[in-house]
């Protein structure tokens, strides 16, 4: 079983930031892509960004400049700085990783899971 545990969201000012971290445990063999999605009330859920096993990251649009994703893969874990929050940021934001596990029968398998969401609220 595998388990990605976000965690740093909050209520923040407009103009201030955050750090969002997930942390990803479990029988992992090796964590692929991983990158972070968030969902604003009454809307579908979106990207914000991404990074590979290597490093390479891809954002969206409007996140660009303002929001630095990164990875710790001795810890399994990746992390959102937001910086400049805007009211619009307001959202619930996922973890999302593709992996590669360790089934019971000692196989492996890719698997594609997501984090529980943790609430970001930008408001004055």
């Known amino acids: 079983q595998v388990q990605l545990v976000e965690s740093g969201g909050g209520l923040v000012q407009p103009g201030e930031s955050l750090r969002l971290s997930c942390a990803a445990s479990?029988?992992?063999?090796?964590?692929?892509?991983m990158g972070w999605y968030r969902q604003a009330p009454g809307k579908q859920r979106e990207l914000v960004a991404t990074i590979t096993s290597g490093g390479s990251t891809n954002y969206a649009d409007s996140q660009k400049g303002r929001f630095t994703i990164s990875r710790d893969n001795a810890k399994n874990t990746v992390y959102l700085q937001m910086n400049s929050l805007k009211p619009e940021d307001t959202a619930v934001y996922y973890c999302?990783?593709?992996?590669?596990?360790?089934?019971?029968?000692?196989?492996?398998?890719?698997?594609?899971?997501w984090g529980q969401g943790t609430l970001v609220t930008v408001s004055s």
């Open positions: 479990g029988s992992i063999f090796r964590i692929n892509a």
């Open positions: 999302n990783a593709g992996l590669t596990v360790v089934t019971t029968g000692g196989n492996y398998r890719y698997l594609e899971t």
